[in-house]
């Protein structure tokens, strides 16, 4: 079956733009969840969508903000860009239930210049 | 904030031998995973093991678990010049979500 697509896989843009990556689950998938990860900060957790709500939201500002539609696929929208923005943006999909492991996409690679 | 931290950070071995990775983390769990990452790209999923069991083997892996001491430890035996990778553990808690390590960064020399 077909894996998590994330698009683009790279992209650049300039500080004060705003930028949306898009994420599709594996079939059947309901919840979705993004990671940023910068070599400095690891992998830091955005949120999480299940069934169209957001369960779960990390510790970033409000610029960052997500959706997930009735087809499971997510977006997440990041506005106002800032340098400190540039990062590598994962895409995770599972069942949702506690004991199943996550399948993720090969990323996004954000460049904020 | 990170819940497991992998030691050691960073890990050289030679193909044929033994690469061992340790997890540790700080509260209670419903499961831990082990994830692998090549360079830039997704991260894998490798293996579960839930908070009531002990030890688990996957193929040439093996993971332990020991909830006393809040650790873990991946064992990847017989290593290859395709185990090169970064490696984290993750933890489960609860319906919060994965919350990932700092990883170890392995390389297999051939």
């Known amino acids: 079956k077909a894996g998590v697509t994330q698009t683009p896989r790279y992209l650049i843009k300039t500080r004060g733009q705003q930028v949306t990556l898009s994420c599709s689950p594996i079939?059947?998938?309901?919840?979705v969840s993004w990671y940023q990860q910068t070599p400095g900060q690891g992998l830091q957790f955005l949120f999480e969508?299940?069934?169209?709500?957001?369960?779960n939201k990390g510790n970033f500002p409000g610029r960052f903000s997500g959706r997930q539609f009735s087809n499971s696929r997510s977006e997440m929208n990041v506005s106002t860009l800032e340098l400190g923005d540039s990062a590598l943006y994962l895409c995770?999909?599972?069942?949702?239930?506690?004991?199943?492991?996550?399948?993720f996409g090969s990323g996004t690679r954000l460049t904020v210049v | 904030s990170q819940q497991g931290e992998e030691d050691p950070q960073a890990l050289s071995i030679q193909e044929g031998e033994n690469a061992t990775m340790n997890c540790s983390y700080k509260?209670?769990?419903?499961?831990l995973q082990w994830y692998r990452q090549n360079s830039g790209r997704g991260l894998v999923h490798l293996i579960l093991i839930r908070s009531n069991e002990r030890e688990k083997h996957s193929g040439r892996l093996r993971v332990t678990l020991d909830t006393s001491k809040k650790s873990s430890s991946l064992l990847i035996t017989a290593s290859r010049a395709a185990d090169t990778a970064s490696y984290f553990c993750a933890t489960a808690t609860g319906r919060r979500a994965l919350t990932f390590g700092s990883g170890t960064r392995l390389q297999v020399q051939p």
């Open positions: 995770a999909s599972s069942l949702g239930t506690e004991h199943y492991g996550y399948t």
């Open positions: 509260t209670s769990i419903n499961n």
């Open positions: 969508y299940f069934s169209e709500t957001q369960r």
């Open positions: 079939s059947g998938h309901r919840s």
